[in-house]
Structure formats: C-alpha cells, structure tokens
C-alpha cells in the first residue's frame, strides 16, 4: 500500500519560475491537504480540500494555489517562485468515516529551494 | 486563535532515562489531540490520538496523556531508535484542519 504519494521528491527553482507539485493518495480518503514546514515553525496548513471539487485556504494560502483533480489527486502550484517559499512541503489526507477519525497521513515531502 | 506549544524544542537523553515532552494548547472545543513522530528527511507518522481530559493511550515505550490545558508524551527506558521529532497538533471543533507545534527533537544517546 503506498499511502501518500508525492512527486518530486526534490527541486530547485529560479524566482519567478512556475511549478506544480503532485499528490496523490490510495487510501480512498476524501481530505486532503498541503503543509509547508519551516525550522522553528511547525507545520502550516497552505489549504485543503475536505472533499472532490471544494478548496479552502489555510493559515498561509499566498502565492500558491491548488487543484482537486479527482478523489486521489491534489497539486500544489506556484505560479512565480520566490525565495521565501523555500521550504519542505508535505500533503496530506484523511478519511471522514468514524474509524479513520480524521487521522492525516502525510506523504514524505517534496524539499523545494528557491534561488 | 488556537495555538500549540510544545517544550522543550531540544532533549538529549541517555538510553533507559526516562522523561516526558509537553504539549501546551489553547483551542475553543477540543476536538482531537494528536501526537506525530518524524524522523529526519521524512514526513510525520500518526501516534496517538485523545479526545477527552484523562485519556491516556499507549504503544510501546510512549504514553501519552491529557489534561484540558496540556498532554505529556512520557518515554520510559527510551532506546536510540526513539531518537526523532515528536510533533503535536490540536483539531478544533467546527474545523476541518489541525494546528501543529514547533516539535521537539529528542535525541537518546547509547
């Protein structure tokens, strides 16, 4: 079972160069959700998407935004690159059923350096 | 607005030296208290999970706790491959999303 998929694993960037990163999930989860981690930060959420065709944004939405593709997918695009949005990104998901008991299981982060 | 606090940032303990790492919250309507371990280069892997002050849940050498204040993560007779960052995150009532602490990086020393 692969759980959170995320691609890439690694990229570097030029300011204001565009790109997308890609997430998919196998667990048949309806949430989903992009984080960005900083040292000394924690974990903050960039948005979410709590079912196919809805998007919310979170603590730190500017400069990026997000499309559900389908129930699996979830891409995080920036559309002009800039040195601040050097960081690691992570999605994540979560299902709504009483068993899953919004547990978020994370993918295992794209490192993203801007230059 | 909902926060999370979590000390120390750094503990550096020698294998069998038990101690707890704390995880202060301010939240209107709890509605799940969760613990994460991270280990370096990857991404947070689910602990626990408490819902309610007094529930205490355990796996191995960590339990954790709650109060309606605080949880504790207490780690008896840790062992160096307990060495990771331990995050903690708060769920609150009407949202769909989770704050997350800083972590704190425990390292166990053989």
């Known amino acids: 079972n692969a759980g959170v998929t995320q691609t890439p694993k690694f990229q570097v960037l030029k300011t204001g160069q565009s790109m997308t990163l890609q997430c998919a999930q196998d667990?048949?989860?309806?949430?989903m959700y992009w984080y960005r981690q900083d040292p000394g930060m924690g974990l903050r959420l960039i948005y979410y998407s709590a079912s196919e065709g809805t998007t919310d944004k979170g603590e730190v939405p500017n400069g990026y935004n997000v499309s559900r593709l389908n129930k699996r997918e979830f891409s995080l695009r920036l559309e002009s690159a800039a040195p601040s949005q050097t960081s690691v990104y992570f999605c994540a998901s979560s299902g709504l059923d009483r068993a899953a008991k919004n547990i978020q299981y994370f993918g295992a982060g794209t490192r993203l350096s801007v230059l | 607005e909902d926060q999370v606090t979590q000390s120390p940032e750094a503990l550096r303990l020698q294998e069998g030296e038990s101690s707890s790492l704390n995880c202060s919250y301010t939240?209107?309507?709890?509605?799940?208290l969760f613990w994460y371990r991270q280990d370096p280069g990857k991404g947070p892997e689910f602990l626990f999970t408490l819902y309610s002050a007094g529930e205490e849940k355990e796996k191995e050498r960590l339990k954790a706790t709650l109060t309606k204040k605080e949880s504790f993560l207490h780690i008896t007779a840790p062992k160096p491959e307990d060495s990771a960052t331990y995050l903690c995150a708060v769920r609150a009532r009407g949202n769909n999303d989770m704050r997350f602490g800083a972590g704190t990086r425990l390292t166990v020393k053989p």
């Open positions: 667990m048949n989860h309806n949430s």
């Open positions: 939240v209107s309507g709890l509605r799940g």
